[in-house]
C-alpha cells in the first residue's frame, strides 16, 4: 500500500481570474486522479503543501464524479463540483502498439486482463493475470499518468531499455507490454513480482555476496552495454527469495552512451553511496544533490557504524569496494563507459501525434474577457473533439481484493477465534465449578482459591516467553493446536481430584499450555492484517473468549441440572470433562487449516497469488534473526518495550473485577442464591464486555488507529464504579457496577492492536518479544495483586480492591499520555528518516529539470 505521507501531491498554487481566490490541483496517487481545491490564498501557502494534508482528510469519501472542493478559511469542505470543465487532467499521447517497431514481439496483456490486488507505490501496482498458458502471473505494473515531457520520455526511454537488456540473473526481468483495451495503446508494462520489499527496508540483513552481484550486474552495464543506471539505491535493489540473489530495478533514469546522461550520476558512486546507507542506515549522503557530493566524502569516513544485520565485518564490505572502485576509476569510468561495445539503441523519443498542442481557455483577464493560451491538450478538449482518453480512475486501496483478502483470512480467524473461545471457557470454568459444589465438596478455605488461580498465573508467566518464541521456530499450526490437546487431557483430568491444592498442580501445567495462546494469536493477527484491520479482529478474538465466559456459566448450569450425581459424580466434576472433550476436535482442525503465517503458509486452500497478496498487505520485515546479546540490548532500550509493558501491566490490573470473577464471590459470600442463579448471573458481565469490545474496536479502527480513547474511558469507568461498590449497599446499583465494570475488557484487543500497529515497522522478534512481555508483566503483578486486594476473605465489599482500582485508574490515564509522547516521538523520528531519503528523489527531478530539459525540448512533442 502507498504510504500516507507519498499518496497526494499537489502541482501549485494557481490564481482564479479575479486574483482574489486560488486553487491547487492535486492528485491522488492511490485513485489515480486529479482534484481541484478552491479557496483563499491564505489557505495554500506556497511551498507549505497544505492543500495535500486538506484532501487526505476526505480524499477517500468523495465521490469519482466530483472534480473540485470548495474549502473555507478553516480548510473544511463547503461545496463540490462535478462540472467536467473543472478539469484539468491533461491528455496523454500514449503510442499506438501498431506503430511502435521497437516494441514489436512483446507479449502483450489488455488492460483488462490485470487484476489489481495492491498498490506498491506511486505509478506501480501489484497485479496479476493468466498467461497463455492459463498460469497465474504475479506482476509489477508499471506506467505514467502524467503528461510531462520529461516524465513521457522516462517512461519511453525504461520500456525500450528493458525491452532490449539481454537476460541476466540480478536484473529484474521484462514481463510484457500493458495495453488499454480501445486503441490497444501502449499504457504500461510489466515486470516479474518480486515479494519482500527493497533494501531501504533496515530490517533485511544484507550480504556480501549481494555486494559483489551488484558491482557485478554495474559492470556489465557500464562496461559491456554503455548503459548508466544513474539510480543505484537501496530503493531499487530486490532480494528474490527464490533465488536468494540480489535484482536491480527501476532503470527510468537510465542513460545509454551520451544519451541521457547526467553530471556526478555515474554507477560506481551510486554503489558507495549505497552500501554506506545499507550498512548504516544513514541516509544523509544519498540526500545531498548530486552536484553537490563526491563519493570521496563517503570513503574516506574512517568509520562506518554498523546498524544492520551483516554476515560479514564492515572491513570485509569496505576493503571490497575500495579495491573495485580503485580498479574501475583506472580504467577511467566514463571512458570505458562510452566505449562499451554492445550497446543497444532504441528510438530517442515517442511516436508524436499532430496537433498536441492546443489552444485552450486559460481564465479571464481584469475586464472578465476569456484568455486563451496555447499548450498541452487537456482530456476534456481531447474528449470534445472526439478522442478516445484513457481513464486511470479507480478506486481505493482499501476496497481492493476485499475478498480475496477475506478469503486468506478466514482461516485464520475460525481457528483463533475457537481456540480462544474454548480456552476462555475451560479457564472459567474454575469459578463456575466453585460456586457450583467444589468449594464444599473439596473444603476449600481462606484464600485457596485464590492461590490456584496464582499458581496457574505462575506457570503462565514461566511459558510466555519461550512459548513466544517457539511460535518463532516451530509452525503455528503445529505448535498451537499441540498445546490445545494437552490443555484439554489437564482439563479432563481435574474431574478426579480430591484436594486443592490436586488443582493447584494441574493449573499449573495449564499455565504452561495457555501461556502461548493470546500473545502468540495477536501476533499471528498482527502477521495478516493491516492497521485499519487490525482493532477490529483483535476485538473479534477477544470478544469470542469474553463469549466462552458467558456460555461457561450457561454450560454449567445445564450439566448441574442434568448430570449433577450421574456415575457418581458431582455435576461440577462433568463440567471439567465436558470442556475437555470439546477441546479435542477445535485442536484438529488446527492441525489441518490453520494457514501459520503469509511467510510460511502451505495451506492447501490458499492459491499462491492469494499467499503473495498477503504479504503485501503488510510491511515486510525479515523473517529470521540473530538472537544475541546486540537484539536483547535493543528489546530492553527500546521505548516500544517499556511504554506497551507498563501500560498494560496498569490495564491489567484494570480488568480484576472480571478476571477475579468479583461478582460471583460477592454473591457465593452472601449465601442468597441458588447453584442456577450462581452461574447464569455473571454472564452479564462477559456480555457487556463483547459489546464494548467490538463497539472499541471498530470506532477506533475507523478514527484511523486512536487506541488510547479506550485507556480515557476505561480510566473514568473503574473510577465510577469502584466509587459506586463503595459507596452503597443497594444490591440492584453494586450489579450494575460491575456490569458496567465488564466494558474495560475492550482494552485487551484495542492495546495489543495498537502495540501490534506501532511497531508494524519493526521486526517480528521485536515485536513478538514486546507482546509476550506486556502479557508477562501483567500476569506477574496480577499474581500478587489479586491476593493482596481481591482475595476471597475481602468479599463482598473488597474495599481495598475498590480503593487499587481507583488508583489504578488515575495511573493509567497518566501512563496513557506519557505513552503517546513517547510513539509520537518515534514516529517523527521515523518520518525524518523517510524525508532524507526521499530528498534525494525530489533532487533527481530537480536536477532533470534544470539540466536535462534544455537537451530533450527539442526531441519530446
Known amino acids: 500500500m502507498i504510504p500516507r505521507e507519498d499518496r497526494f501531491w499537489s502541482e501549485g498554487q494557481n490564481h482564479l481570474g479575479d486574483g482574489k ?17 478552491k479557496g483563499t490564498p491564505k489557505v495554500f501557502p506556497i511551498c507549505e503543501d497544505k492543500e495535500v494534508a486538506i484532501l487526505a482528510q476526505f480524499a477517500d469519501h468523495l465521490s469519482p464524479d466530483v472534480r473540485a472542493v470548495d474549502v473555507d478559511h478553516d480548510g473544511l469542505i463547503c461545496g463540490v463540483s462535478t462540472d467536467p470543465e473543472e478539469d484539468e487532467t491533461l491528455f496523454i499521447a500514449y503510442p499506438p502498439f501498431s506503430t511502435v517497431e521497437s516494441l514489436a514481439g512483446c507479449r502483450t496483456i489488455k488492460r483488462s486482463q490485470l487484476k489489481e490486488l495492491d498498490r506498491l507505490a506511486p505509478f506501480v501496482d501489484l497485479s496479476s493475470y493468466e498467461d497463455e498458458n492459463r498460469n497465474t502471473r504475479m506482476v509489477a505494473f508499471k506506467f505514467n499518468v502524467l503528461e510531462k515531457p520529461l516524465r513521457v520520455q522516462m517512461a519511453w526511454n525504461e520500456v525500450n531499455l528493458l525491452r532490449s537488456l539481454p537476460p541476466h540473473p540480478n536484473i529484474l526481468p521484462f514481463d510484457g507490454l500493458v495495453l488499454e483495451d480501445v486503441e490497444s495503446r501502449v499504457i504500461g508494462f510489466t515486470t516479474k513480482y518480486i515479494p519482500g520489499g527493497s533494501l531501504s527496508n533496515p530490517k533485511i540483513p544484507f550480504r556480501f555476496e549481494w555486494l559483489q552481484q551488484l558491482t557485478e550486474v554495474v559492470d556489465f552495464l557500464n562496461l559491456n552495454l554503455g548503459i548508466m543506471h544513474q539510480d543505484i539505491a537501496p530503493r531499487n535493489l530486490l532480494i528474490d527469495p527464490d533465488t536468494e540473489k540480489l535484482l536491480l530495478f527501476d532503470f527510468d533514469r537510465a542513460a545509454c552512451g551520451n544519451f541521457w546522461l547526467m553530471d556526478n550520476r555515474d554507477d560506481v558512486s551510486g554503489v558507495v553511496y549505497t552500501l554506506h546507507q545499507l550498512i548504516t542506515n544513514d541516509s544523509y549522503f544519498t540526500g545531498i544533490p548530486h552536484w553537490e557530493r563526491h563519493m570521496d566524502m563517503v570513503q574516506n569516513l574512517p568509520e562506518w557504524v554498523c546498524n544492520r544485520e551483516l554476515d560479514a565485518d564492515v572491513s570485509v564490505f569496505r576493503e571490497f569496494l575500495n579495491e573495485w572502485v580503485q580498479k574501475r576509476q583506472s580504467d577511467g569510468i566514463m571512458e570505458q563507459y562510452l566505449k562499451a561495445p554492445n550497446r543497444p539503441t532504441w528510438p530517442e523519443k515517442p511516436p508524436a501525434i499532430s496537433d498536441y498542442d492546443v489552444p485552450f481557455e486559460g481564465g479571464t483577464d481584469l475586464e472578465g474577457e476569456p484568455v486563451f493560451i496555447t499548450g498541452l491538450r487537456l482530456r476534456r478538449t481531447a474528449m470534445e473533439l472526439g478522442q478516445y482518453c484513457f481513464r486511470w480512475e479507480r478506486p481505493p486501496q482499501s476496497r481492493l481484493s476485499k475478498k480475496s483478502c477475506e478469503e486468506n483470512v478466514n482461516g485464520i480467524d475460525q481457528k483463533l477465534h475457537n481456540e480462544g473461545q474454548e480456552k476462555v471457557t475451560d479457564r472459567s470454568n474454575l469459578a463456575n465449578a466453585y460456586v457450583s459444589g467444589m468449594k464444599e465438596e473439596l473444603g476449600f478455605v481462606g484464600n485457596q482459591y485464590n492461590l490456584i488461580n496464582t499458581v496457574f498465573t505462575v506457570g503462565y508467566i514461566i511459558g510466555q516467553i519461550p512459548s513466544n518464541l517457539a511460535l518463532y521456530y516451530i509452525k503455528p499450526r503445529i505448535f498451537f493446536p499441540s498445546m490445545m490437546v494437552l490443555w484439554g487431557c489437564l482439563t479432563m483430568i481435574t474431574a478426579s481430584v480430591h484436594h486443592p491444592r490436586d488443582i493447584m498442580a494441574i493449573r499449573f501445567f495449564q499455565g504452561l499450555a495457555e501461556s502461548s ?17 487490525l482493532g477490529k479482529r483483535s476485538g473479534i478474538f477477544t470478544s469470542s473468549g469474553l463469549a466462552g465466559t458467558m456460555f461457561g456459566g450457561f454450560i454449567q448450569t445445564g450439566i448441574h441440572s442434568s448430570l449433577d450425581g450421574a456415575k457418581g459424580m458431582s455435576g461440577w466434576r462433568w463440567l ?46 525479515p523473517e529470521h534473526h540473530l538472537w544475541n546479546l546486540s537484539f536483547l540490548k535493543t528489546v530492553v532500550t527500546s521505548w516500544y518495550w517499556y511504554g506497551f509493558v507498563i501500560l498494560w501491566i496498569i490495564a491489567g490490573e484494570s480488568e480484576s473485577f472480571s478476571s477475579n470473577s468479583l461478582l460471583s464471590l460477592y ?23 463483547i459489546i464494548f469490545t467490538l463497539f472499541w474496536a471498530t470506532l477506533t479502527d475507523f478514527l484511523n488507529g486512536k487506541r488510547y480513547l479506550v485507556a480515557y474511558f476505561i480510566a473514568i469507568t473503574g473510577i465510577v464504579t469502584s466509587s459506586m461498590i463503595l459507596t452503597t449497599s443497594n444490591v440492584a446499583t453494586i450489579f450494575a457496577a460491575y456490569y458496567w465494570a465488564g466494558s474495560v475488557y475492550a482494552c485487551q484487543a484495542t492495546f495489543f492492536a495498537w502495540a501490534n500497529e506501532a511497531m508494524r515497522f519493526e521486526n517480528d522478534a521485536l515485536r513478538a518479544i514486546v507482546i509476550a512481555s506486556m502479557n508477562c508483566g501483567s500476569n506477574a503483578v496480577n499474581a500478587w495483586w489479586s491476593l493482596l486486594f481481591y482475595g476471597a476473605v475481602e468479599a463482598p465489599k473488597f474495599t481495598k480492591g475498590m480503593w487499587a482500582m481507583i488508583g489504578t485508574c488515575i495511573a493509567l490515564a497518566i501512563w496513557t499520555t506519557v505513552l503517546l509522547w513517547g510513539l509520537k516521538r518515534v514516529d517523527r523520528k521515523r518520518e525524518a528518516a523517510a524525508v532524507l531519503g526521499r530528498t534525494r528523489a525530489e533532487s533527481d527531478d530537480l536536477e532533470v529539470a534544470e539540466s536535462g530539459e534544455r537537451d530533450l525540448d527539442s526531441k519530446i512533442p
Open 576 to 621: 471439567f470433562i465436558i470442556d475437555g472433550l470439546i477441546t479435542l476436535p477445535i485442536a484438529l482442525y488446527g492441525f489441518l487449516l490453520f494457514p501459520d503465517t503469509p511467510t510460511t503458509t502451505s495451506a492447501f486452500y490458499l492459491t499462491q497469488t492469494e499467499r503473495d497478496l498477503a504479504k503485501t498487505r503488510v510491511p515486510e520485515v
Open 517 to 533: 495462546t493470546f500473545v502468540g494469536t495477536h501476533y499471528i493477527l498482527g502477521s495478516w492484517y493491516t492497521p485499519r484491520e
Open 667 to 689: 454473591m457465593k459470600s452472601t449465601n442468597r442464591y441458588t447453584i442456577s442463579q450462581l452461574n447464569n448471573y455473571p454472564t452479564g458481565v462477559p456480555a457487556v464486555g
Open 21 to 37: 481566490n486560488a486553487y491547487c490541483n492535486v492528485w491522488d496517487w492511490d485513485q489515480l486522479r486529479m482534484i481541484k481545491i
